[in-house]
């Protein structure tokens, strides 16, 4: 009988399709893909490869992004029951009219973001080059930063800006516990502590580095004087870091409570047996409304044109 590995192979070969996975998913499902990055990457590549058919492990909203970038690609992802704790606590019509109390404003929306509120925004920021794209704002322009607000957050004080918030958070990084971490770093003064700027301003004074999930990993591939870290983010990257770093020590950043609040439930929802039956049927495909194909194109789209150091216009107010 073949493996589910195999058949997935030899799917994906019929469809000549691609498989794209989030550094939050199962190990197994990351060693299945051909890409395994953060969001940002994962977008770039979704515009970028010519392969009909995409297969968008991770949630909806990546999926949204990479079928915004190719309308004429087929993308599919495992479950479209896999959604984002953002985008629930963002929801269109909600967003549209806290946008529209700052017409003058560049809205800035982070990555995580449903296609809709995509389509009222200026430009689209993942935690990767979020500083890049602020920086690309002129300094006389109000910023209206959402749906994360421990993101904008940290934007804002260290890069010196004012704005204004929308009040969301991430249902994961946002459980961190300051305290238990304080205490975790007393027990192991020898690790370095990194952590995702969608955690809370106290979790973040104890981080020695912040920064995405690519950038974190890139501190344990490459500081090799450390051989212990704390991680304040979504476990999957675990996987990552001991294919690259067998032998360092990994420790979670401990949540409140006694929960295992560190994972992201929409994340692991996906599975090798999903995987293997969306390619089977080429369902379910990412859909989006055609009325907001186009305008949620624009903020992706200056997204893009910011990060490779390319030129964008600004509009001048928000008329919708």
């Known amino acids: 009988m073949m493996s589910l590995e195999a058949e997935i192979l030899e799917l994906k070969?019929?469809?000549n399709a691609v498989i794209l996975a989030h550094y939050y998913e199962d190990g197994a499902i990351q060693d299945i893909a051909d890409y395994v990055g953060d969001s940002l990457y994962l977008a770039q590549l979704g515009e970028k490869l010519t392969n009909p058919v995409?297969?968008?492990?991770?949630?909806?909203f990546m999926g949204e992004s990479v079928k915004l970038l190719s309308?004429?690609?087929?993308?599919?992802?495992?479950?479209?029951?896999?959604?984002?704790?953002?985008?629930?606590?963002?929801?269109y019509e909600r967003y549209l009219e806290w946008r529209r109390k700052y017409p003058e404003a560049i809205s800035v929306t982070y990555v995580n973001s449903s296609a809709a509120v995509k389509s009222i925004s200026d430009v689209c920021v993942t935690s990767s080059n979020a500083e890049k794209i602020i920086g690309a704002i002129p300094q006389d322009r109000m910023i209206a930063f959402g749906p994360d607000r421990n993101l904008g957050r940290y934007l804002s004080k260290k890069l010196n800006r004012d704005m204004i918030f929308w009040p969301g958070s991430c249902m994961v990084h946002v459980l961190f516990s300051a305290r238990k971490l304080f205490e975790l770093k007393q027990q192991h003064p020898d690790a370095l502590v990194l952590a995702h700027p969608e955690s809370s301003e106290a979790v973040l004074q104890y981080a020695n580095v912040i920064g995405a999930t690519s950038r974190l990993l890139k501190e344990v591939v490459e500081n090799h004087a450390v051989k212990k870290f704390i991680v304040?983010?979504?476990?999957?990257?675990?996987?990552?870091?001991?294919?690259?770093?067998?032998?360092?020590?990994?420790?979670q950043a401990p949540a409140e409570g006694s929960c295992a609040c560190n994972q992201c439930p929409y994340m692991k929802m996906n599975t090798l047996e999903k995987i293997r039956n969306s390619l089977r049927t080429l369902?379910?495909?990412?859909?989006?409304?055609?009325?907001?194909?186009e305008s949620g194109r624009v903020p992706l789209d200056r997204m893009m044109a910011i990060t490779e150091g390319r030129p964008v216009t600004w509009p001048e107010r928000f008329t919708k």
């Open 13 to 15: 070969k019929k469809h």
């Open 54 to 60: 995409i297969l968008l492990a991770g949630v909806v």
């Open 71 to 91: 309308p004429d690609k087929t993308v599919l992802v495992p479950d479209l029951a896999a959604g984002c704790s953002l985008v629930d606590t963002s929801p």
């Open 232 to 251: 304040a983010t979504e476990d999957g990257i675990f996987h990552q870091m001991r294919k690259a770093r067998p032998e360092v020590e990994l420790i």
């Open 283 to 293: 369902e379910p495909k990412v859909q989006i409304p055609p009325e907001f194909m």
